[in-house]
């Protein structure tokens, strides 16, 4: 289990300079990242320390990444987004 300081790091950094990529980042990290796996989690993390132009162009699935670590959060994220109702994204 992680820490409050951790999960409020991980909030800080997942807001990013792109109001596209905070619709995307914040619910999940919201709603779907406590019950990731310890794996999964250290994925997430990779994740957010990634360019943000990187970031737009794989959540926007333009492309995905080359890291398979890297293509299956991103999957778990735009899996998570497009089954998800928008109203969550209504407080952002």
């Not at 300079?17 to 994925?43: S, T």
């Amino acid at each position: 289990m992680q820490d409050d300081a951790t999960i409020k790091r991980l909030y800080w950094h997942s807001r990013r300079g792109m109001w596209e990529l905070d619709l995307l980042l914040i619910p999940f990290l919201e709603h779907r990242y406590p019950q990731l796996d310890e794996a999964d989690k250290v994925r997430y993390q990779a994740l957010i320390d990634q360019e943000d132009q990187d970031l737009f162009i794989w959540l926007m699935r333009r492309e995905w990444p080359a890291d398979a670590e890297l293509r299956r959060i991103v999957q778990m994220i735009v899996d998570y987004a497009e089954t998800t109702s928008n109203d969550q994204f209504r407080t952002l």
